[in-house]
């Protein structure tokens, strides 16, 4: 690099096998689209599990859908949506060259995806805590099972039960509507860890001023990744806490 | 890590060259190469990678094979025997077939197909590699641990039992990690495709094999993170019992199986795909023809992406699935064969009336022809019902696989490898020996899987480690096809070496093609183009005339790199 002077101004983060800056632009987004679109697969094969679960076992999720708290998962709906609405912002910001705006609209996304890692924490602690986890290791299958739980662990798993099932017979196998629960949002939860600590990456370059008009690539395919995040929760709302 | 840096890096990497410079002189030791961001450079690392899996495969292959001289098995033990069928299976899919064309001579081909100085995404193709390394060192590490012995199906409940450990969470781990790989090089490429055509290069001007890179990213894309979950689903099913998979959870084995096969049966594409895409480029310059029917080759690429996505469940006719869901699996494979059956005859068209020239890359594209044909017919029978039911897991499924995917795409590799040869190294290889090597490799095949359509029909079921005494001959047979086979293979090892330690330098454009990988020169430039060539069309070769064996063809306009 010795012989060379760095591309200063805006091509300064021009990459040498691109000719310009909108060329370059132009493949990170048919890029990110594409791993948008193995984003979508990705759960797709979960959204199918849950397709095939509910279709053959309905009693199932009619049963599980009262130990979801629909309030809780109501109030991350609009966190997420308001953290999509402060991300497309913050693009709108980068292409202004609005430097303010740009770091005030990062770190409210930022925040609004740790609220809602939040509650899910509460929601998580909660059933965790009743013994209502995953697949065999769920508490209502193993009340019947001589010797499988402490009868602390009984009295914990009854008392937290919701009142709804209190007269409704208890489906087999219950703990794979649980699995499915904390494979699904377990998964979108780490995708929001992922987008949180792309918005720590965006804020520190923000902070540097590497954005601007013509150059706001990275603040656009963030915020396409956290949309693609919020639309995934959109489907998993309803599928998990309203339509039991 | 700063951006700025990186940039800078990047730039550092790519510094202007003096025009004796190569890509392989431009800089030197280790570093350079395990940090390069050259796709020629990450597509050779890739090669040497997919070589020692090939070997490796092609190892298990021989013992298997040399085990099976005997009924009662001449050389390991049963549970030995399970472990190397599986290992082989895996082996050569997830790391040499799969990735195989495309992440070696597609990562190298590619941007020079399309005039450019390097792919989309340099930093992206370099994590790819590193994951796919990964992935093969995770497979190595299942021979070290307990082993796997499930098939490389890895089918519940047998492969998520409890007594099975170790193994299996490194198989299904090694998977994930290839699998997320191979998405990422199919979205390089597409990106690449789209965003970096120079503008005199319309859709319908670019060379066949990059619309075959092409479809075949659109599979590897879509298809691939199915298997991601799938193998996580089978990974956390193993440890924390969730009940997807597994009956003694109320889980649904046969779910597992749907979603293995809406991933493995396009895998097939990702493995054939490219293979087509480079037999329409050899059989076009060894013709001296140009490609015929040129659209219906690149949209049958397309097509056979797309309708191969909706064949899956003609690996399950027996697993209980619903007679209509058979019979429409079934007629949608009968249909998938239509786009494939195009291309077969516009590569014939192609030769027809041609100056044939039978250089190595187009014997073997000869050899390709009888393979995939064998291959594709015989698939007739296991997609129609009536037969599969009698033909599901006997030797008749192994022949059939055996021919369409590895030995078709085994040679169509070996076509692209010998084709891209003079350009990757700058070296020419004995041609005499070289051909003896591909006829050894086509004659060994056959002799090795031809028998066992015989003892399928028979009834000898696949993966059993000893068989009745009346399969002796066939098996017999078989084995011996492996050994010459082999020998083929290892002749082609060392004539290639031979190659590089004393080939004649190759020129620019030794066989007279017309795609723009040929016009810069052996081997390429750092950036690849001192400047960029004129854009005339993959498959015109008027404007190209033969100098001499050593000067190869130029260009008759005037221009020459």
């Known amino acids: ?244 | 890590m700063v951006a700025a840096t990186r940039t800078a890096e990047l730039h550092q990497g790519h510094e202007e060259t003096s025009t004796h410079d190569n890509y392989l002189t431009h800089a030197h030791g280790w570093r350079s190469w395990i940090f390069s961001l050259d796709h020629k450079r990450i597509g050779i690392m890739y090669l040497c990678a997919i070589l020692i899996s090939l070997l490796l495969g092609g190892v298990f292959a021989l013992v298997i094979r040399l085990h099976l001289w005997t009924p009662e098995g001449a050389l390991v033990s049963n549970h030995t025997y399970n472990n190397l069928f599986t290992l082989h299976g895996a082996v050569m899919i997830f790391l040499f077939i799969i990735p195989g064309i495309p992440a070696a001579l597609g990562n190298f081909v590619l941007p020079m197909q399309l005039g450019a100085k390097d792919l989309a995404f340099p930093r992206l193709n370099l994590l790819s590699f590193y994951l796919y390394c990964i992935g093969a060192v995770l497979f190595l590490g299942v021979l070290l641990a307990s082993g796997i012995d499930t098939g490389w199906t890895l089918y519940p409940p047998y492969s998520l039992e409890g007594s099975r450990g170790l193994g299996v969470l490194l198989a299904l781990t090694g998977t994930f990690i290839v699998g997320f790989s191979s998405i990422l090089t199919g979205l390089n490429f597409m990106a690449t495709v789209h965003s970096m055509r120079p503008k005199a290069m319309g859709w319908f001007d670019m060379p066949l094999f990059l619309w075959a890179l092409f479809a075949t990213g659109i599979i590897q894309v879509v298809a691939t993170p199915v298997l991601g979950i799938t193998v996580a689903l089978g990974f956390l099913e193993r440890l924390f019992h969730l009940g997807i998979f597994m009956p003694e959870y109320g889980g649904d084995p046969v779910l597992f199986q749907h979603f293995f096969w809406f991933y493995s049966h396009p895998a097939v594409y990702v493995m054939i795909l490219p293979a087509m895409g480079i037999v329409s480029e050899v059989v076009s310059v060894f013709s001296r023809k140009p490609i015929f029917g040129y659209r219906f080759i690149a949209m049958s690429s397309i097509a056979i992406a797309v309708v191969g996505f909706l064949v899956w469940g003609h690996h399950m006719f027996t697993s209980g699935q619903s007679k209509w869901t058979n019979i429409i699996f079934s007629f949608l494979t009968f249909f998938v064969a239509v786009p494939s059956a195009i291309k077969v005859f516009n590569w014939l068209a192609t030769m027809y009336k041609g100056d044939i020239r039978l250089k190595t890359p187009m014997v073997y594209v000869l050899g390709f022809f009888g393979l995939f044909g064998v291959g594709g017919l015989t698939g007739i029978f296991l997609g129609s019902l009536a037969t599969d039911v009698a033909l599901h897991d006997t030797y008749f499924v192994v022949a059939h696989f055996h021919f369409v995917m590895v030995g078709s795409v085994l040679t169509a590799f070996l076509a692209g490898l010998h084709y891209w040869w003079p350009k990757i190294t700058g070296k020419m290889y004995d041609e005499r020996w070289a051909r003896v090597a591909a006829i050894l490799v086509m004659v060994g095949f056959f002799i090795t899987f031809l028998p066992q359509f015989l003892s399928g029909l028979q009834g000898m079921p696949r993966r059993y480690a000893t068989y009745l005494p009346e399969f002796k001959p066939l098996h017999q047979l078989s084995t011996i096809g492996a050994i010459v086979l082999a020998s083929g293979m290892f002749l082609d090892a060392w004539v290639l070496w031979v190659s590089l330690r004393r080939g004649k330098a190759a020129p620019a454009n030794p066989w007279g093609a017309a795609s723009l990988e040929w016009a810069t020169p052996s081997p390429p430039t750092h950036h690849n183009f001192d400047e960029t060539p004129p854009i005339t069309g993959p498959y015109n070769y008027d404007v190209l005339e033969e100098v001499s064996e050593e000067a190869g063809w130029v260009r008759n306009d005037g221009w020459n790199p």
């Open chain 1, 1 to 244: 690099m010795s012989s060379h002077a760095k591309p200063s101004g805006d091509r300064r983060f021009l990459q040498v096998h691109f000719e310009t800056m909108g060329a370059q632009l132009a493949a990170s987004k048919s890029g990110m689209w594409l791993f948008l679109a193995s984003e979508l697969l990705f759960f797709g094969g979960l959204f199918t599990a849950y397709a095939v679960y509910r279709a053959n076992h309905p009693d199932m999720y009619h049963y599980g859908q009262y130990f979801l708290d629909w309030r809780m998962g109501a109030i991350n709906t609009a966190v997420l949506i308001s953290s999509s609405l402060s991300a497309a912002w913050s693009v709108r910001a980068a292409q202004l060259g609005d430097t303010k705006t740009l770091k005030a609209t990062l770190w409210l996304t930022l925040l609004l995806a740790g609220a809602f890692l939040v509650v899910k924490y509460f929601e998580y602690a909660h059933k965790i805590e009743a013994g209502y986890i995953w697949g065999g290791e769920h508490c209502v299958d193993n009340l019947k099972v001589a010797g499988k739980l402490t009868e602390h662990q009984i009295e914990h798993c009854l008392s937290a039960l919701p009142p709804e099932v209190a007269h409704l017979p208890i489906p087999e196998h219950m703990g794979r509507f649980f699995s499915i629960y904390f494979v699904m949002t377990g998964l979108h939860g780490l995708h929001v860890l992922i987008g949180m600590a792309l918005y720590v990456w965006l804020l520190r370059r923000a902070g540097r001023g590497d954005f601007g008009p013509k150059y706001f690539g990275p603040v656009d395919m963030v915020a396409l990744y956290w949309h693609i995040v919020d639309m995934i929760w959109i489907f998993l709302f309803p599928l998990l806490y309203l339509i039991g």
